[in-house]
């Protein structure tokens, strides 16, 4: 695909997740490129690298030239200026996903598919090229890699096997080259056996072709030893599992070998980089690497010679010998992952003090803020850091450095930061970013300065006295770039929504504005923008003089993408109705090659998405695509797509599913084929949770037959995990009660059900399961009490009995059933109550138990009880504060008076720390 679109396109882009084979594809590609056309110049460049080509030499370049850039995510302004430059040659651009705040997050868009711009960073040139990206999407290959290894290597690798591969590792082809080595050599893919392969790669037999040696150069093999690799790779792996490359000296000191021997590693390519930063060649690597040094000795061995306290240690080495960069490298460590969160906690633990001393030096702001954010996220005691972020003199400091800042977005990534950890210390700095934002005159630069704020810093800003509002509206009157002002009305629009509908705002420009833009993607998004601040400045920009149902039918039908028109015409009924009515009915509108257009759309998703935008504007089309829509359905080989689809197309209008079933087209024994093919039953609940209910009978016939049924039951017997039987179940019967009886009345059904439960040993989902199966049949479920009385009764741990009984929140009657059965202990209960020493244990218990609605009459079991176990909580940690603030929140929504009791009991310095992260929902609390 990537060949053929370079015969006609420019630039071709590519995206993937980590390890998703696109290095592999980039490499193929270009090799492909050189065996295919000899003379055709072909050229590889990784941001991975520090070294970049001169801008000037690829302006240089002819035109059949190509240039391959791998890694753009890892400097996306190089890439940028890559493309904002006149190059003759043609690109394949190759990124990870890019970053959240760059990319569209709006999950109902994504479910769309729609690709418009929501974000601030969105309209760059790397943007649009990336919204036609190819995904590489490693859960396709990994099917096959397996295949094609098992063949190759004459391997033995059974169906469960497999699949459990595909399950654990399939979103990374790297890992599963690894379970597959250690398949091969130690006849398992579990952890432990990967890890023990990642140790036979770093510690082969000295100087052989084996392991990492394989990748060196012959007469480069002799000149480093295992050991020495292992240290260099094991020092950098800490840090590369975060993609933070590390000085070269640093490296060389810490592991103490001879620069030669790290250069046969970078010359290899087993490391990455060049000059000053060396990293590895993946961060999955270097998460393997970390894993397996904790857990095979000979590596652990060796990494206790780099730090005793391997791997937070080599991370607070690094710190006191570079404090330069302490805040850089804080900034880069993600706090989404666990592995960040605990490398952060550590480190502030440790060089809290350094660190403190670091912000306060740092002089690039927007790191400041990104180191202050993550740590935020992260920390579980704030106190010292929200100090020193509130102390005067670093209040002070931060002011000088707004001063002498340019960049509005930096500032404003620095305030966001400060307010993660203090919104008194971001309200102190407001003012001074104040000043900016009223003397700068780019629209744009505004809007990227605010895209980090949460709402509660945009609400004290526009508290802000100084903050010249009227201005800001007339520099958006004057802006004739529609997308820098739909920009700022995404970071701003409904704080702004008074002053847009005042005399400041001259509809007029701003209509004027709109009708010389020529994408009709970026007219949608920014009207959509201009609606959610005010949706009567919309009504007047669609309704005025300068741009009208004239000017947008003109538009619409000079717009080769039908999927872009679609969701145009919906934007626009959404405001108006009669305005979309008007478009559809223009002398302008061509609606004839509109619907053909519709009608070639290729891709199932991208029909679906245009059906889902025209229905709410005209049914008429609706039904003219119905067959079309069947045929392509009937095309598709993805079970899951289809059902997809069809529930898609069916959230718009119930209608949209009802005609194209009606159709006749749609091929139901292919679907029931496809349905007996599945062979999980997790997938099978996934699938039937997806396909829409529908008073036409198109999915319950499948369900009701022989067949099926007696596929279910063999997939209960040698698939399903204990919870999902019940899953299945409730799916199963959402759309056919008869198919559920017809499965339950199966011959060794019960007896399947009762030896999974007696197996199961998880409170937790012998909850969920016998809430599940009640909702399908409670005859049924009372069969299952006596088993599930005694499990209760023995279990020691009150906080799974607790977790059981959170999945019953409601259910009066399940609960009734088993607290009134004659087995039920409920003097044991209130004895592991009693035994409970962990004070947020036994707050998560009791919010849990009254949650469910159990009670007793002892009175033993109460909140107050907690007053004899209650120990001074001031030393309660961040993990344990979010367990009582999440189980007092969910107990408040039920039983607000037990709630406010448990709340009496905390320590006034615990209840300002749930306060302070808003875990206390009710404001009188």
Same mark, same amino acid.
């Given at each position: 695909?990537?060949?053929?679109?370079?015969?006609?396109?420019?630039v071709?882009?590519?995206?993937?997740?980590?390890?998703?084979?696109?290095?592999?594809?980039?490499?193929?590609?270009?090799?492909?490129?050189?065996?295919?056309?000899?003379r055709?110049?072909?050229?590889?460049?990784?941001?991975?690298?520090?070294?970049?080509?001169?801008?000037?030499?690829?302006?240089?370049?002819?035109?059949?030239?190509?240039?391959?850039?791998?890694?753009?995510?890892?400097?996306?302004?190089?890439?940028?200026?890559?493309?904002?430059?006149?190059?003759?040659?043609?690109?394949?651009?190759?990124?990870?996903?890019?970053?959240?705040?760059?990319?569209?997050?709006?999950?109902?868009?994504r479910?769309?598919?729609?690709?418009?711009?929501?974000?601030?960073?969105?309209?760059?040139?790397?943007?649009?090229?990336?919204?036609?990206?190819?995904?590489?999407?490693?859960?396709?290959?990994?099917?096959?890699?397996?295949?094609?290894?098992?063949?190759?290597?004459?391997?033995?690798?059974?169906?469960?096997?497999?699949?459990?591969?595909?399950?654990?590792?399939?979103?990374?082809?790297?890992?599963?080259?690894?379970?597959?080595?250690?398949?091969?050599?130690h006849?398992?893919?579990?952890?432990?056996?990967?890890?023990?392969?990642?140790a036979?790669?770093?510690?082969?037999?000295?100087?052989?072709?084996?392991g990492?040696?394989?990748?060196?150069?012959?007469?480069?093999?002799?000149?480093?030893?295992?050991?020495?690799?292992?240290?260099?790779?094991?020092?950098?792996?800490?840090?590369?599992?975060?993609?933070?490359?590390?000085?070269?000296?640093?490296?060389?000191?810490?592991?103490?070998?001879?620069?030669?021997?790290?250069?046969?590693?970078?010359?290899?390519?087993?490391?990455?980089?060049?000059?000053?930063?060396?990293?590895?060649?993946?961060?999955?690597?270097?998460?393997?690497?970390?894993?397996?040094?904790r857990?095979i000795?000979?590596?652990?061995q060796?990494?206790?010679?780099?730090?005793?306290?391997?791997?937070?240690?080599?991370?607070?080495?690094?710190?006191?010998?570079?404090?330069?960069?302490?805040?850089?490298?804080?900034?880069?460590?993600?706090?989404?992952?666990?592995?960040?969160?605990?490398?952060?906690?550590?480190?502030?633990?440790?060089?809290?003090?350094?660190?403190?001393?670091?912000?306060?030096?740092?002089?690039?702001?927007?790191?400041?803020?990104?180191?202050?954010?993550?740590?935020?996220?992260?920390?579980?005691?704030?106190?010292?850091?929200?100090?020193?972020?509130?102390?005067?003199?670093?209040?002070?400091?931060?002011?000088?450095?707004?001063?002498?800042?340019?960049?509005?977005?930096?500032?404003?990534?620095?305030?966001?930061?400060?307010?993660?950890?203090?919104?008194?210390?971001?309200?102190?700095?407001?003012?001074?970013?104040?000043?900016?934002?009223?003397?700068?005159?780019?629209?744009?630069?505004?809007?990227?300065?605010?895209?980090?704020?949460?709402?509660?810093t945009?609400?004290?800003?526009?508290?802000?006295?100084?903050?010249?509002?009227?201005?800001?509206?007339?520099?958006?009157?004057?802006?004739?770039?529609?997308?820098?002002?739909g920009?700022?009305?995404?970071?701003?629009?409904?704080?702004?929504?008074?002053?847009?509908?005042?005399?400041?705002?001259?509809?007029?420009?701003?209509?004027?504005?709109?009708?010389e833009?020529?994408? /009709?993607?970026?007219?949608?998004?920014s009207?959509?923008?201009? $609606?959610?601040?005010? &949706? +009567?400045?919309? #009504? %007047? =920009?669609i309704?005025?003089?300068?741009f009208?149902?004239?000017?947008?039918?003109?538009?619409?039908?000079a717009?080769?993408?039908?999927?872009?028109?679609?969701?145009?015409?919906?934007?626009i009924?959404?405001?108006?109705?009669?305005?979309?009515?008007?478009?559809?009915?223009?002398?302008?509108?061509?609606?004839?090659?509109?619907?053909?257009?519709?009608?070639?759309?290729q891709?199932?998703?991208?029909?679906?998405?245009?059906?889902?935008?025209i229905?709410?504007?005209?049914?008429?089309?609706?039904?003219?695509?119905?067959?079309?829509?069947?045929?392509?359905?009937?095309?598709?080989?993805?079970?899951?797509?289809?059902?997809?689809?069809?529930?898609?197309a069916?959230?718009?209008?119930?209608?949209? /599913?009802?005609?194209?079933?009606?159709?006749?087209?749609?091929? $139901?024994?292919?679907? &029931? +084929?496809?349905? #007996? %093919? =599945?062979?999980?039953?997790?997938?099978?609940?996934?699938?039937?949770?997806?396909?829409?209910?529908?008073?036409?009978?198109?999915?319950?016939?499948?369900?009701?037959?022989?067949?099926?049924?007696?596929?279910?039951?063999?997939?209960?017997?040698?698939?399903?995990?204990?919870?999902?039987?019940a899953?299945?179940?409730?799916?199963?019967?959402?759309?056919?009660?008869?198919?559920?009886?017809?499965?339950?009345?199966?011959?060794?059904?019960?007896?399947?059900?009762?030896?999974?439960?007696?197996?199961?040993?998880?409170?937790?989902?012998?909850?969920?399961?016998?809430?599940?199966?009640?909702?399908?049949?409670?005859?049924?479920?009372?069969?299952?009490?006596?088993?599930?009385?005694?499990?209760?009764?023995?279990?020691?741990?009150?906080?799974?009995?607790?977790?059981?009984?959170?999945?019953? &929140?409601?259910?009066?009657?399940? =609960?009734?059933?088993?607290?009134?059965?004659?087995?039920?202990?409920?003097?044991?209960?209130?004895?592991?109550?009693?035994?409970?020493?962990?004070?947020?244990r036994l707050?998560?218990?009791?919010?849990?138990?009254?949650?469910?609605r159990?009670?007793?009459e002892?009175?033993?079991?109460?909140?107050?009880?907690?007053?004899?176990?209650?120990?001074?909580?001031?030393?309660?940690?961040e993990?344990?504060?979010?367990?009582?603030?999440?189980?007092?929140?969910?107990?408040?929504q039920?039983?607000?008076?037990?709630?406010?009791?448990?709340?009496?009991?905390?320590?006034?310095?615990?209840?300002?720390?749930?306060?302070?992260n808003?875990?206390?929902?009710?404001?009188?609390?």
């Amino acid at each position: 695909m990537i060949l053929r679109k370079l015969r006609t396109e420019g630039v071709v882009a590519i995206e993937g997740i980590a390890a998703s084979g696109k290095s592999v594809i980039l490499n193929s590609v270009g090799y492909k490129l050189l065996v295919q056309a000899r003379r055709r110049p072909v050229y590889y460049v990784s941001l991975k690298d520090e070294e970049r080509p001169r801008i000037g030499d690829m302006v240089a370049l002819p035109k059949f030239a190509i240039v391959i850039v791998d890694d753009c995510h890892l400097d996306i302004a190089f890439a940028e200026k890559i493309l904002s430059m006149a190059l003759q040659c043609h690109l394949v651009l190759a990124s990870r996903p890019l970053a959240p705040d760059s990319r569209n997050n709006d999950e109902e868009d994504r479910g769309l598919g729609i690709g418009t711009p929501r974000s601030l960073t969105k309209r760059t040139q790397l943007d649009e090229a990336f919204n036609d990206a190819i995904r590489i999407v490693p859960d396709d290959v990994a099917s096959d890699l397996i295949d094609l290894f098992a063949e190759k290597r004459a391997v033995s690798i059974s169906y469960k096997t497999k699949n459990a591969i595909i399950e654990q590792y399939e979103e990374n082809l790297m890992l599963v080259t690894w379970a597959l080595d250690s398949i091969e050599h130690h006849h398992s893919a579990d952890t432990e056996n990967v890890a023990l392969t990642a140790a036979d790669w770093l510690l082969p037999d000295a100087y052989t072709a084996q392991g990492f040696y394989a990748s060196v150069g012959i007469n480069d093999r002799n000149k480093i030893s295992p050991e020495t690799a292992a240290k260099l790779i094991l020092t950098l792996a800490p840090f590369y599992r975060f993609e933070i490359p590390i000085d070269r000296q640093f490296l060389l000191n810490v592991s103490a070998a001879d620069p030669s021997e790290l250069d046969i590693l970078l010359k290899s390519r087993i490391l990455s980089g060049r000059m000053e930063s060396i990293g590895l060649a993946h961060s999955v690597l270097a998460n393997v690497f970390v894993d397996s040094a904790r857990r095979i000795d000979r590596l652990h061995q060796i990494a206790s010679t780099i730090s005793v306290d391997y791997p937070h240690g080599v991370l607070s080495l690094y710190l006191q010998r570079n404090f330069s960069r302490s805040c850089s490298v804080i900034a880069r460590i993600p706090t989404w992952e666990s592995e960040g969160i605990e490398a952060l906690r550590r480190l502030f633990a440790t060089e809290s003090q350094a660190i403190l001393r670091a912000l306060h030096m740092e002089n690039d702001i927007e790191i400041t803020g990104d180191c202050i954010r993550s740590l935020a996220d992260a920390v579980e005691h704030k106190r010292d850091l929200k100090l020193r972020i509130e102390d005067t003199k670093f209040i002070d400091s931060i002011i000088k450095k707004i001063t002498l800042q340019h960049d509005l977005r930096k500032v404003g990534r620095c305030l966001d930061g400060i307010a993660a950890i203090s919104k008194g210390a971001a309200t102190r700095l407001l003012p001074e970013f104040v000043k900016k934002i009223n003397a700068e005159s780019d629209v744009e630069a505004i809007a990227r300065s605010l895209a980090y704020f949460d709402s509660y810093t945009k609400r004290e800003l526009m508290k802000d006295a100084t903050l010249d509002k009227a201005l800001l509206v007339h520099k958006l009157s004057k802006e004739k770039d529609i997308s820098k002002i739909g920009m700022c009305l995404l970071s701003l629009g409904p704080l702004l929504s008074s002053t847009l509908e005042s005399e400041e705002l001259d509809i007029e420009s701003l209509a004027r504005s709109f009708c010389e833009t020529e994408k /009709l993607s970026d007219i949608i998004w920014s009207l959509d923008m201009l $609606a959610r601040a005010s &949706e +009567r400045v919309a #009504l %007047d =920009v669609i309704r005025s003089a300068e741009f009208g149902p004239d000017a947008l039918a003109r538009k619409a039908s000079a717009e080769p993408n039908a999927f872009v028109v679609a969701n145009c015409l919906s934007t626009i009924h959404r405001l108006d109705k009669q305005t979309a009515a008007r478009v559809l009915d223009s002398a302008h509108f061509r609606r004839r090659e509109f619907i053909k257009r519709l009608e070639d759309l290729q891709e199932l998703e991208v029909l679906t998405a245009a059906i889902w935008h025209i229905a709410s504007v005209s049914y008429e089309i609706v039904v003219q695509l119905a067959p079309v829509f069947a045929h392509r359905l009937n095309a598709e080989s993805d079970l899951e797509k289809i059902f997809n689809a069809l529930r898609f197309a069916g959230s718009q209008n119930p209608r949209i /599913l009802a005609t194209v079933l009606g159709t006749g087209i749609l091929d $139901a024994e292919k679907i &029931e +084929r496809r349905l #007996l %093919d =599945v062979s999980s039953v997790d997938h099978l609940a996934s699938l039937l949770l997806t396909f829409p209910k529908s008073k036409v009978r198109f999915i319950a016939p499948i369900l009701e037959s022989d067949s099926f049924t007696t596929h279910v039951n063999q997939l209960f017997r040698t698939d399903a995990d204990f919870p999902e039987i019940a899953s299945c179940l409730q799916w199963v019967h959402g759309h056919s009660e008869v198919a559920t009886e017809r499965i339950m009345s199966a011959g060794d059904f019960k007896t399947v059900l009762m030896e999974g439960l007696s197996r199961e040993t998880d409170l937790g989902r012998i909850g969920e399961f016998y809430a599940d199966l009640a909702w399908v049949s409670e005859e049924f479920s009372m069969e299952l009490v006596p088993t599930i009385v005694q499990k209760l009764n023995t279990e020691q741990d009150v906080v799974k009995v607790a977790e059981f009984f959170r999945f019953l &929140e409601l259910q009066d009657r399940l =609960v009734a059933m088993l607290i009134e059965s004659p087995d039920f202990d409920s003097e044991a209960l209130d004895r592991k109550l009693e035994s409970e020493q962990d004070f947020a244990r036994l707050v998560g218990s009791v919010c849990l138990f009254y949650q469910a609605r159990l009670s007793f009459e002892d009175a033993s079991f109460s909140a107050m009880n907690l007053e004899s176990k209650k120990k001074a909580d001031k030393d309660i940690n961040e993990e344990d504060l979010e367990s009582i603030g999440e189980s007092l929140w969910s107990l408040a929504q039920g039983n607000r008076n037990v709630a406010d009791t448990i709340l009496s009991l905390l320590e006034p310095e615990t209840l300002e720390r749930l306060r302070e992260n808003q875990y206390l929902p009710w404001p009188e609390a």
